[in-house]
């Protein structure tokens, strides 16, 4: 990747949450999904990670693709495993608070959604609603 004229590593152009919608359950949760890309192609979790999220951010590979190929499948597999220990290590009640932040985390960009919503629906319907003043 060449990212020309970009300085934060990510590629210039990016898929926007939509491209997750068939895959993720919601669109706060697609939106969570693009932005756990966002940090894998920073770097944190390997080169290899970090390619397949640029590849997929930048839309020249499809999630689904880019997860059944090799390389990075195998990666990933590797950072499942990691987890899935962590997991089977933690008690009943950290499982459950886990889940439980999970969960805030999806109603917080429903939240998000909601108001970015309400605010392109008012400055839509501010700025031509005919209501006002008139010329006559």
Known sequence: MSGRGDTSGRP???????EFLDIAGSQAEARLLR??????SDGGAGQALQEMAREVLSG?????EAVSQ???GGELID?????RRDWES?????REELAERGRQLI????REIEA??????????GRHSGRGWSAY
């Open 116 to 125: 970015e919503r309400r605010e392109a629906d008012s400055g839509r319907s």
């Open 12 to 18: 210039e152009r990016q898929v926007g949450d939509e």
């Open 79 to 83: 950072k499942t495993e990691s987890f």
């Open 35 to 40: 932005k756990a890309l966002q940090q894998l």
């Open 107 to 110: 109603d917080e960009e429903h």
């Open 60 to 64: 020249r590979v499809g999630l689904r």
């Open 90 to 94: 933690m008690s009943d009640r950290e």
């Open 70 to 72: 090799g390389a990075y």
